[in-house]
């Protein structure tokens, strides 16, 4: 079949496997030409590896660190004439690719919040893998079922303590509306820290440090963002700023867990990049495409394979054992969009944009390419008139 991109606002109902392929290929090329990481790690689980900051964190543990690696994730293959998700297409190209440059690269597919799909990727650990030097947990996720009760928990993305109004990108209409977004129950707060915060996080170190399958020295990272003023009320002080919280404490329970085996926990705050998780994000949108339209001029734009292999280069591995903290003991990738230059710019456009100006003030053609790319379309070298065959399996 033809398959063409079907957007519906925040989503695109459609993904192309030839386009998904080209794009994991083109971060493993990115990965390969970097300088190799030194005392990198050689055996990486990645939860939540499909797509975004995961997927780029798979690749340069495979590919810039000759690391195996087993991905968890949540993706959905093709069936009746319907075409994969992205991160279905990616991870099947990812294992081609890896098991070409001789790398075991395997993964599941399943909710990795139950203890069905931890039980799995243990059993598959112990068999292929032997001992992990390297968790990286980059889920993203609207929903979970609590293992222990069986309770389904939503996350929601609000502001906390008062409704919030600013404006929006509504990139279906290419216009710049105004919304106003209700304020959180309490309810609302503890469902996103249950969903979003680092309970799961800590039950998967456990569940591995109970099988005895984390090696000594073994490094884990979950994924932060603090991001501006401007989108405070939405992210940082709400409620899903509060799950990030919780994410932190998380991080100091499991490196009290861990002390005896030398282990470290970290938190590492990444830059605004374009998701599948971002774009559901309301303001956020409009935020990346002012930020990039910035970062491009002013430099230090980067995407998530950039952002994941200078992780992997300048903070976890090559600095003799010492990881680059901030004083509240994070790890900042997100340095280059919070320099003074950057954001100053930032506030100074913000107010100024409208549905006219849009062009003109903000990278938003940028923003919409970027978005595309997510689901393998308009990727250079792709002829998107050819027949494509949706089903894709792994070998
Ligand atoms: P994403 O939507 O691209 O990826 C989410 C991943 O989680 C996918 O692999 C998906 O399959 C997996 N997943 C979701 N639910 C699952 C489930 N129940 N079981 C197994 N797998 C599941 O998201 P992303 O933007 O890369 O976000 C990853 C992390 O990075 C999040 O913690 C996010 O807050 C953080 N982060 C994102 C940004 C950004 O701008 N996108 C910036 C900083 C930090």
């Not at 990616?90 to 139950?114: H, M, P, Q, R, T």
């Not at 005896?260 to 303001?283: D, F, R």
């Amino acid at each position: 079949m033809i398959i063409r991109p079907k957007v519906r606002g925040f989503v695109c109902v459609t993904a192309h496997p030839t386009g998904c392929a080209a794009n994991v290929q083109e971060q493993i090329d990115y990965v390969k030409n970097q300088s190799p990481v030194e005392n990198g790690p050689k055996n990486v689980l990645i939860v939540g590896a499909s797509t975004g900051y995961g997927l780029a964190s798979r690749i340069a543990a495979a590919f810039g660190c000759g690391a195996n690696t087993l991905g968890i994730y949540f993706e959905r293959p093709s069936e009746r004439g319907r075409t994969a998700t992205p991160g279905w297409y990616n991870s099947v190209a990812l294992e081609k690719a890896a098991k070409a440059d001789g790398l075991y690269a395997s993964s599941i597919n399943g909710d990795a919040f139950s203890n069905e799909i931890k039980e799995q990727s243990i059993e598959r650990i112990k068999l292929d893998m032997g001992k992990i030097d390297l968790v990286i947990y980059s889920l993203a996720s609207p929903r979970r079922t609590d293992p222990k009760t069986g309770e389904t928990y939503r996350s929601a993305l609000k502001p906390i303590g008062a409704a919030y109004s600013n404006k929006y990108l509504d990139t279906d209409k290419r216009s710049i509306q105004e919304a106003t977004v209700d304020a959180a129950t309490d309810e609302d707060i503890q469902n996103t820290v249950k969903v979003m915060g680092g309970d799961d996080w800590e039950l998967w170190i456990q569940a591995l440090k109970d099988a005895d399958l984390l090696s000594e020295g073994f490094k884990t990272v979950a994924y932060d963002y603090i991001g501006p003023k401007v989108t405070w009320p939405i992210y940082k002080d709400g409620t899903i700023g509060q799950a990030k919280v919780d994410l932190r404490r998380a991080k100091a329970a499991i490196n009290e867990s861990v002390s005896e085996l030398g282990g470290e926990a970290h938190v590492s705050v990444n830059k605004a990049v374009v998701t599948q998780a971002s774009s559901a994000i309301p303001g956020v949108n409009l935020y990346i495409t002012i930020l990039f339209k910035i970062m491009k001029e002013l430099g230090g734009h980067e995407g998530c394979i950039e952002q994941i292999q200078r992780l992997f280069s300048d903070r976890l591995y090559n600095q003799g054992g010492n990881v680059p903290l901030d004083e509240l003991g994070l790890i900042r990738m997100d340095d280059w969009e919070m320099e003074d230059k950057i954001q100053d710019a930032v506030t100074k456009v913000w107010p100024l944009v409208s549905t006219e100006n849009l062009e003109e003030l903000t990278d938003f053609e940028g923003y919409q390419t970027d978005f595309l790319r997510l689901f393998g379309f308009g990727i250079k070298g792709v002829d998107y008139d050819a027949e494509v065959e949706p089903e894709v399996d792994f070998d």
